[in-house]
């Protein structure tokens, strides 16, 4: 089974308003953290934003936030007030803390249309 | 400067010829990794090491290998490329995995074997 699923592979927003990217995953570990990164044309990996297992709140980073619905198993990301430089992969990630090992979504294709 | 740094960051060869990627990060960061990234896959880990001397096989370790000889160094060496190796390899570092620390990515070395 997937670990980490990604059901947009591309996606449009009108700038400055708000996109959830979908992102589910499936861990038997009670201990994991949940990534997400953002991959411009250029390549380069960026980290946007990081929840834990155990964290009660949903993690915000500026424009990020996170979506955390354990019971689901699904971790989206939001992006509000969508900006040019926003278009980009995004992908999800998951760390199993008992292995220590990562595992990464197939991405989705964001393009901010102006 | 914090970072990761990736050496070739371009490469063609043939099948069959040894080549070894270099990975080195100036953070004393404990856990390295490697990910290759191929079209509707996202990234998958090859290798990872929790510390000097301790490294462990990720999800798609065929056809490669590691050495962890140095904290700061993370070669990823293939002894007989073959074309399905062609991809796009990452390098990445963090502090401790299982304590919320983001993963720094190097710059990607994009390898062609043909």
């Known amino acids: 089974a997937q670990k980490i699923t990604q059901t947009q592979p591309g996606m449009f927003v009108q700038e400055k308003e708000a996109v959830t990217l979908d992102c589910t995953y499936d861990?038997?570990?009670?201990?994991?953290?949940l990534f997400w990164y953002k991959q411009p044309s250029s390549g380069e990996m960026i980290f946007l934003i990081y929840?834990?297992?155990?964290?009660?709140q949903n993690a915000t980073e500026g424009r990020y936030s996170l979506n955390f619905q354990k019971a689901r198993k699904s971790a989206n990301l939001v992006i509000s007030a969508s900006q040019l430089g926003d278009s980009a992969m995004y992908f999800c990630?998951?760390?199993?803390?008992?292995?220590?090992?990562?595992?990464f979504g197939s991405g989705t294709k964001l393009n901010v249309k102006p | 400067e914090a970072q990761v740094t990736q050496n070739p960051r371009y490469l063609i060869t043939v099948t069959g010829k040894k080549l070894t990627v270099t990975c080195s990060q100036n953070?004393?960061?404990?856990?390295m990794s490697w990910y290759r990234q191929d079209p509707g896959l996202g990234l998958r880990q090859i290798y990872y090491?929790?510390?000097?001397?301790?490294?462990d096989k990720g999800d798609v370790p065929e056809g490669y290998k590691v050495s962890r000889k140095e904290k700061r160094n993370f070669p990823l060496i293939l002894e007989s490329p073959s074309p399905n190796q062609t991809s796009l390899y990452f390098c990445?570092?963090?502090?401790?995995?299982?304590?919320?620390?983001?993963?720094?990515f190097g710059p990607g070395t994009r390898l062609t074997v043909l």
């Open positions: 990445a570092s963090s502090l401790r995995p299982e304590v919320h620390n983001e993963q720094f």
């Open positions: 861990t038997s570990d009670p201990s994991y953290g």
């Open positions: 929840q834990g297992s155990y964290d009660q």
């Open positions: 990630a998951m760390r199993e803390d008992n292995f220590n090992k990562f595992y």
């Open positions: 953070m004393n960061h404990e856990y």
């Open positions: 090491s929790m510390n000097v001397e301790v490294t």
